[in-house]
């Protein structure tokens, strides 16, 4: 029988299994500074306590909830992809991204870490996924294409998080911005997700502050709703990638439940209830959504919205013809936009020689396996 993974664990939670262990409940606190202040990866690194408890810990806690299957890194080493295996099989990936030029900046450590703010230079991006598979059938997304296996609970996502922390920790360093942006659709399974940024976010734990976390949503209206209600300063982004309600239908099934216009409505109320700005995502696609009369559509809607447009050329899939846009289309792109007043800031695709866009390497590693 599996036994409990310890970051599914919250500090109740443990303060009760260690006062049925007999356990005074300081030691709960011990373990959980150990956890995600230390980041101990396994019982023996709690030295400070007693042997017969670390042996306990060992033999009916969980560490580690998956396996690395396989990692790689981008040639310009700015990028790290993780394939993860979990017991039943199942994979998943979470990704690094370093910004900013750490010969010319200095390392980010765990104290500084919690004072850097969006934007900033040297930036430590954790990507990580909130489900096996994903539901929503994004027809250019490669987990899209692969169907929905199964929701992770909290500490499958924590645990993400917690692997990368202590890979970084060696190098002194620590990661600054986590953006739920892996395999799945986080508000799909929203409260295992919530539940992992309140465990990260917690001030006697890991204490990453919730500005430091993005949502990316493919755009469920009464979860927007829920979210905007819980006035969480979490930041949200909106995966749009089409200004009119028929061809975002021809690339996201999803638009069949909710329209633009309600995705849109939710979001203002998002915005009137948290003044937070909302980012759009999309996806450029040559000759798909990448006109200036798709700009400036899409302007249109989103006039009077506290919000920005963040685009970025496609990464190609194996399961759809779809292509990037070019460079030059892609600054008119955004010219046009931002002449009709909506903000939009191009990307660059990371570690496209990794495969490291949404899906891609657990869906090579399956095509290989078949
Ligand atoms: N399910 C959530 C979060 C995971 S996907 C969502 O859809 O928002 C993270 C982002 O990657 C989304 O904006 C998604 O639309 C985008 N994406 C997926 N496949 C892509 C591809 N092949 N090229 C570029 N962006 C892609
Ligand atoms: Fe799922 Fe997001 Fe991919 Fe769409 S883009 S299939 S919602 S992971």
Redesign the pocket.
Known sequence: MNTPLIYDLDLPYLTAQLKMWGEPAYRAKQIWQGLYQNLYASPEQFTSLPKSLREQMAKYLTFSPFEVRTYLDSSDGSTRKTLFELPDGNLIEAVLMRYGDPADNPQITASAANSIGRGAKNRRTLCISTQAG?A?G?V????GQMGFQRNLTSGEIVAQVMYYAQILKEKDEAVTNIV???M???FHNYDNTLAAVDRLNDADGYNFGARRFTI???GLVPQIRRFADEQRQVNL?I?L?AADDKERLAIMPVNKRYKIDEVIEACKYYVEKTHRRVTF?W?LINGVNDTPEVARSLAARLRGLLCHVNA?P????AGYTGQATDRERARLFKETLEDAGIPCTIRMRRGIDIQA??GQLAGSVMDSNE
Do not use: K
């Open positions: 994903c929503m994004c250019f997304c490669a987990t739920f942006m892996g799945g659709e986080p990316s949503t493919v982004a995966s990638h995502e996806a970025i496609l990464n190609p899939t866009g949404c």
